[in-house]
């Protein structure tokens, strides 16, 4: 190869490159929320289900593009979340909010196990993208469960987010949880009202993360 095609070769993959360089940083990058019937928007339209009105947040915000994946499954509980994990984590994900467990504590099922799940989708998130941020939804029960179970299960969330040094969501109902207006007729799913409070619960964790 003569040293004129050698610097037209080296020109062109150069050119190459920093095209690829700046389509890589204009993509959109990915945030899974992972939980159950109340990231799915049970009841609702998925439009107005919070994850749809982060995307909206994110959107109106500006800056470094960012793609909403809405991955709740209505019913679902840590170890029902840990079987699928696998599946979703095919797709790319840059950030990775879990919101699981209520379902366990609705069902008495121990904290220590509902901790060990939650902790084993941390490590196989982290082992599958290690630089990708995970956030934890914290949760609470109604205090009819009895004292010593509702706070072995509230302990759950920032204990772990402080062992892995994950962001922490202190309580993913916060202002909504229990007030009538802001819920279905069944009392524990939110009204489209009510997702707005949590989208702005949820927003003031996720926003400092969003580079």
């Given at each position: 190869?003569?040293q004129?095609?050698?610097?037209?070769?080296?020109?062109?993959?150069?050119?190459?490159?920093?095209?690829?360089?700046?389509?890589?940083?204009?993509?959109?990058?990915?945030?899974?929320?992972?939980?159950?019937?109340?990231?799915?928007?049970?009841?609702?339209?998925?439009?107005?289900?919070?994850?749809?009105?982060?995307?909206?947040?994110?959107?109106?915000?500006?800056?470094?593009?960012?793609?909403?994946?809405?991955?709740g499954?209505?019913?679902?509980?840590?170890?029902?979340?840990?079987?699928?994990?696998?599946?979703i984590?095919?797709?790319?994900?840059?950030?990775f909010?879990?919101?699981?467990?209520?379902?366990?504590?609705?069902?008495?099922?121990?904290?220590?196990?509902?901790?060990?799940?939650?902790?084993?989708?941390?490590?196989?998130?982290?082992?599958?993208?290690?630089?990708?941020?995970?956030?934890?939804?914290?949760?609470?029960?109604?205090?009819?469960?009895?004292?010593?179970?509702?706070?072995?299960?509230?302990?759950?969330?920032?204990?772990?987010?402080?062992?892995?040094?994950?962001?922490l969501?202190?309580?993913?109902?916060?202002?909504?949880?229990?007030?009538?207006?802001?819920?279905?007729?069944?009392?524990?799913?939110?009204?489209a009202?009510?997702?707005?409070?949590?989208?702005?619960?949820?927003?003031?964790?996720?926003?400092?993360?969003?580079?």
């Amino acid at each position: 190869m003569s040293q004129p095609q050698a610097n037209r070769f080296i020109a062109i993959f150069l050119a190459i490159f920093v095209t690829l360089a700046v389509h890589a940083a204009d993509a959109p990058k990915t945030i899974v929320f992972f939980g159950d019937s109340l990231t799915a928007g049970y009841g609702l339209d998925p439009d107005d289900a919070f994850p749809a009105l982060i995307q909206k947040k994110i959107d109106a915000a500006g800056g470094q593009p960012w793609r909403v994946v809405n991955a709740g499954l209505s019913g679902e509980t840590t170890a029902g979340g840990l079987r699928r994990l696998d599946w979703i984590l095919r797709q790319p994900v840059d950030m990775f909010v879990i919101e699981l467990g209520a379902n366990d504590g609705l069902r008495g099922i121990s904290p220590e196990a509902s901790r060990s799940n939650l902790q084993a989708m941390i490590d196989r998130i982290r082992t599958k993208y290690p630089r990708v941020a995970v956030v934890l939804a914290g949760m609470q029960l109604p205090t009819n469960f009895g004292e010593a179970h509702t706070k072995a299960f509230a302990e759950i969330y920032p204990q772990l987010a402080k062992r892995n040094n994950l962001a922490l969501i202190p309580f993913l109902l916060e202002g909504v949880g229990g007030v009538p207006n802001l819920n279905q007729a069944d009392g524990i799913h939110p009204t489209a009202e009510g997702h707005k409070l949590v989208a702005a619960t949820v927003w003031v964790t996720l926003q400092p993360l969003l580079k």
